[in-house]
């Protein structure tokens, strides 16, 4: 039996959109983390900043690990249109 192989521009598009995710996550993550530098610069109470940051940054990296681990796992275990799957049984 011979390999499915889909076009290799749905595979750059899905490769490109797991990338833009990880983007998101690491842009917000870094900005979150400026501005708890700039609250202590500017002597400012941070108590709002680092109850957003505990929250945010775990919760976004999360996310996006979460979507990185389904995307893996789908690539892994991809068949072929016409293979059959264990829930199709032959009457």
């Known amino acids: 039996m011979e390999k499915y192989t889909e076009p290799r521009w ?20 870094a900005w979150i ?32 690990s979460v979507l990185t681990y389904v995307f893996v796992g789908l690539r892994r275990g991809r068949k072929a249109p016409d293979e059959p799957t264990l829930d199709s049984e032959e009457r």
């Open 10 to 29: 749905i595979f750059g598009l899905q490769v490109a959109s797991v990338s833009m995710i990880w983007v998101f996550v690491l842009s917000i993550s």
């Open 33 to 64: 983390l400026h501005l708890l530098r700039l609250s202590r610069q500017l002597h400012d109470v941070p108590s709002a900043s680092v109850g957003i940051s505990i929250v945010a940054i775990p919760v976004f990296l999360t996310g996006a």
